[in-house]
């Protein structure tokens, strides 16, 4: 059992990750990718937690028909309860730009 079921959380998008809904890949496949975003909103730890640099930072996994292998990138603000997006992309160079974004916006969440 997952710790944080027994509230739901808030799915809180960052300007990036705004940025990459928006994006020509995203646009076909927004109502996937959202439902699959929603998930954390019962379930805040479905995505395996990351390590080294990103050793804060989750990342959901999923596939969508047609368009392959996806990420999103989120931080679990447990307090708040609020998952906040990071990024959503597919998995080619996921980490590299998660590790980015993660930097950009780690003091913030302190």
Excluded at 14 to 42: M, N, Q, S, W, Y
Excluded at 58 to 71: A, M, N, T, V, Y
């Amino acid at each position: 059992m997952n710790k944080g079921n027994d509230q739901k959380y808030s799915v809180e998008l960052t300007t990036g990750a705004v940025k990459d809904l928006k994006a020509k890949a995203c646009k076909p496949h927004l109502k996937e990718i959202f439902e699959e975003i929603r998930v954390l909103e019962t379930e805040p730890l479905a995505g395996d937690l990351l390590e080294g640099s990103l050793v804060k930072v989750r990342s959901l996994h999923f596939s969508l028909k047609g368009s392959g292998q996806w990420r999103v990138a989120y931080c679990v603000m447990t307090e708040e309860k609020v998952c906040l997006i990071l990024l959503v992309a597919t998995r080619e160079n996921f980490y590299e730009k998660a590790n980015s974004r993660y930097r950009s916006i780690k003091k913030s969440l302190k």
